[in-house]
């Protein structure tokens, strides 16, 4: 079997860091995403697994903040050997696509998958000044993927 989860009920808040300059910032941590592969070496078909995820837009009532301003530096919190984390994203403020589609998380080779891994990621959401203020939601969707 090859499953995630999360922690229940677990959500996200994001802390202004001050004196910016040109951009409001506010970062953050996920948390802990749990892979588990009990897959047989027939059933793998020495293929591993990648992790991925991507947001919805950020709203507050009627203002919205588009998920491309979303950036992370993922992380595998249980590092072994077949095990990768996935590149770090920036947020469109910093020239980069930012969480608005998909982005690998973590991936795993045939050699690094079996067991139990644990992977994060560092958030960043880089905003123009003249952001309307509000109590901003999104939704960050994870998927599991196995590979060949």
């Known amino acids: 079997m090859l499953s995630l989860s999360v922690d229940p009920g677990a959500a996200v808040a994001l802390t202004e860091v001050p004196d910016q300059g ?14 588990t592969d009990e897959r047989s070496d027939e059933t ?7 992790l991925s995820a991507q947001t919805t837009d950020f709203t507050a009532g009627t203002d919205v ?16 050997t077949g ?7 920036a947020g469109t403020l910093d020239g980069g696509p930012g969480l608005a589609s998909s982005a690998v998380m ?12 644990e992977v994060g990621a560092d958030l960043e959401l880089a905003v123009p000044v003249d952001t309307p203020a509000g109590s901003y939601a999104a939704t960050l969707t994870v998927s599991l993927f196995p590979t060949d």
């Open 44 to 50: 793998a078909a020495g293929g591993g697994w990648s």
């Open 22 to 35: 040109d951009r409001l910032l506010f970062t953050g941590a996920l948390p802990a995403v749990t892979v």
């Open 106 to 117: 973590a991936s795993a080779t045939g050699a690094g998958r079996t067991g139990t891994t």
């Open 65 to 80: 903040i588009t998920a491309a301003h979303l950036g992370w530096s993922p992380a595998v919190l249980t590092p072994r």
């Open 83 to 89: 095990l990768t984390a996935g590149p770090a994203v």
